[in-house]
């Protein structure tokens, strides 16, 4: 068995080489409906890698794969009407995938927004200050002396 290969992404700027020992894989096959046949074999292939072990992850990445996978343990099944092979590739790229997600550091924080020119919050004040503003300048003009 290959090493796994995660490709570089958001807090993976080098991107990751998870050992072959570290990684899990289980397969089995069945006959499909065809009969005993190769071309028709449903194959089945299980991957899995226990992040709470992982000797490759740094203190923090391990504290944000956790957070995602809370009992340490990934695992990926692929399935279908393909060859084993075929769901291997399959496998390995969706846990690949997988792990650069989960090691992805969190969005910013999104500041607070002022209204924008249009919003409704800025029309009734601006509404509620001429309103303001004919009232001040009908008690100035009507003022007896």
Excluded: Y
Excluded at 24 to 35: D, L, M, N, T
Excluded at 61 to 76: N, Y
Excluded at 96 to 121: H, Y
């Amino acid at each position: 068995m290959r090493d796994l290969h995660v490709p570089a992404g958001p807090g993976l700027p080098d991107g990751l080489v998870v050992p072959a020992g570290e990684l899990v894989e289980r397969f089995s096959k069945s006959p499909g409906p065809g009969g005993q046949s190769v071309n028709t074999t449903d194959s089945r292939v299980e991957l899995e890698l226990d992040v709470s072990t992982s000797a490759v992850l740094t203190g923090t990445q391990r504290a944000r794969a956790l957070r995602r996978w809370p009992d340490g343990r990934v695992s990926i099944a692929a399935s279908e009407h393909r060859s084993q092979h075929r769901n291997r590739v399959a496998a390995r790229e969706r846990l690949a995938e997988l792990l650069r997600e989960a090691l992805a550091p969190p969005p910013p924080p999104r500041r607070a927004t002022r209204p924008t020119r249009g919003s409704k919050e800025r029309r009734l004040k601006s509404k509620k200050e001429r309103a303001q503003t004919k009232a001040l300048r009908g008690r100035v003009r009507g003022r007896p002396e």
